[in-house]
T-cell receptor, first 113, second 109 residues
Framework: DAMVIQNPRYQVTQFGKPVTLSCSQTLNHNVMYWYQQKSSQAPKLLFHYYDKDFNNEADTPDNFQSRRPNTSFCFLDIRSPGLGDAAMYLC????????????FGAGSRLTVL | GQNIDQPTEMTATEGAIVQINCTYQTSGFNGLFWYQQHAGEAPTFLSYNVLDGLEEKGRFSSFLSRSKGYSYLLLKELQMKDSASYLCAVKDSNYQLIWGAGTKLIIKP
């Protein structure tokens, strides 16, 4: 089945220890998104790519970076995780830009000790 | 600023009907989405409204009034598996998605 796959599902890291989360998609969608979602809060958009065109949200901290080496894969790098970065990280895709229907991966839950 | 308001939590009984409201104030409007999110899982798409009126899809319906900046999601014949958070999201004039914090729906037997 075509889908969006995130790895790992659960990541535990220590304060300041870099983390990389991955996302792959078999939908051949042009747009990929990274969201951060904390408990009982709205998803917060960190980055999105239209094809390889990178878009950084204005309030995304410098501690977060992203890479999209090809259409199928996207990575989220957290250079020095703090306690406030503990959250669910959601990858999503859409066929075109313009915020059409999003297909989400199952998420990666990050715990920072 | 842009804002989406939804009730934080609602409780309903299995087999009953529940209406979850969403009001929005955004810079422009290009459509409204409802997503379902079970605890610890990713959101899944439920419905999309861009014109005024009611969209029905099985047990779920979504209504939109653009003049009032208002939408609701109506769930009929509630089942225990409908216990989840329901997220309202609006596409603004820049085609950016503005998300609400979600309404946690608790279904009781």
């Amino acid at each position: 089945d075509a889908m969006v796959i995130q790895n790992p599902r659960y990541q535990v890291t220590q304060f300041g220890k870099p983390v990389t989360l991955s996302c792959s998609q078999t939908l051949n969608h042009n747009v990929m998104y990274w969201y951060q979602q904390k408990s009982s809060q709205a998803p917060k958009l960190l980055f999105h790519y239209y094809d390889k065109d990178f878009n950084n949200e204005a309030d995304t901290p410098d501690n977060f970076q992203s890479r999209r080496p090809n259409t199928s894969f996207c990575f989220l790098d957290i250079r020095s995780p703090g306690l406030g970065d503990a959250a669910m990280y959601l990858c999503a895709t859409s066929r075109q830009s313009g915020a059409n229907v999003l297909t989400f991966g199952a998420g990666s839950r990050l715990t920072v000790l | 600023g842009q804002n989406i308001d939804q009730p934080t939590e609602m409780t309903a009984t299995e087999g009953a009907i529940v209406q979850i409201n969403c009001t929005y104030q955004t810079s422009g409007f290009n459509g409204l989405f409802w997503y379902q999110q079970h605890a610890g899982e990713a959101p899944t798409f439920l419905s999309y409204n861009v014109l005024d009126g009611l969209e029905e899809k099985g047990r779920f319906s979504s209504f939109l009034s653009r003049s009032k900046g208002y939408s609701y999601l109506l769930l009929k014949e509630l089942q225990m598996k409908d216990s989840a958070s329901y997220l309202c999201a609006v596409k603004d004039s820049n085609y950016q998605l503005i998300w609400g914090a979600g309404t946690k729906l608790i279904i009781k037997p």
